[in-house]
């Protein structure tokens, strides 16, 4: 994609090895309870150079994306042990400087904020409510989100093929298996809500995974690419 719209048509020359000149992670982080697990899902996001503009000598780029970390966690954990695996996760050195975490804050997950913040993570800490309304807010630094937006949006990037599912992770089936799971219902006052087909299964993976598309997605250059499983 060329950073200005108006010069997708013009004669460009393409780079032989383009390059990756920028690379962020974002996390997502869906906090279990008794009968669920916690998720965490990692995007990365690398901005790459292919070629520029032989009118304007503009640089060209493209940005993909790609999730390459897929985890539920153990049932049962406490929640200063969750902390400390994500403290460890988000310090590891295969993350880029520029990281987010992006947290479900509802219910259950205020609490694990407040002790996520006093962790002193390397990284942004971004709180997210979800919620059953129609539009996104902001305020004192968390955001409330529904839950519509969230799974239109990874389901968008998906058919899009503007993410990849790194097929060798452990969980990458699972989070296939989830997606497929997921259906939407509309009550009669017009509200729709998304949940599995049936009783008993999980969206975990799939709400952390959300989540991650949810704040990279939030950026002023859009995702492109080749969905694949590798």
């Not at 493209?62 to 695996?85: A, M, N, Q, W």
Request: with cysteine.
């Amino acid at each position: 994609m060329t950073s200005n719209p108006c010069l997708s048509e013009a004669p460009i020359h393409r780079f032989p090895h383009p390059r990756v000149i920028a690379v962020e992670h974002f996390i997502g982080l869906d906090l279990g309870q008794v009968h669920d697990p916690t998720a965490i899902a990692v995007l990365e996001n690398s901005e790459i150079s292919i070629g520029r503009s032989l009118v304007t000598y503009e640089s060209l780029t493209v940005k993909r994306g790609s999730f390459r970390h897929l985890e539920r966690l153990p049932l049962g954990l406490d929640y200063p042990t969750i902390v400390e695996h994500v403290r460890c996760l988000v310090s590891s050195p295969e993350l880029s400087r520029r990281t987010t975490l992006v947290v479900d804050a509802t219910g259950v997950g205020r609490p694990v904020v407040d002790l996520l913040r006093r962790a002193q993570l390397p990284c942004r800490l971004m709180p997210v409510t979800i919620t059953a309304g129609d539009r996104e807010t902001q305020d004192s630094g968390t955001w409330r989100v529904p839950k519509r937006d969230l799974i239109t949006g990874l389901l968008v990037l998906l058919q899009r093929e503007e993410i990849d599912i790194c097929g060798h992770l452990p969980e990458s089936e699972t989070l296939v298996k989830e997606l497929g799971n997921i259906r939407i219902k509309v009550s009669l006052g017009g509200q729709d809500t998304y949940g599995a087909w049936r009783e008993g299964e999980h969206d975990d993976l799939v709400l952390a995974a959300a989540l991650a598309c949810w704040r990279g997605a939030k950026k002023e250059q859009p995702f492109l690419g080749t969905r694949r499983l590798i």
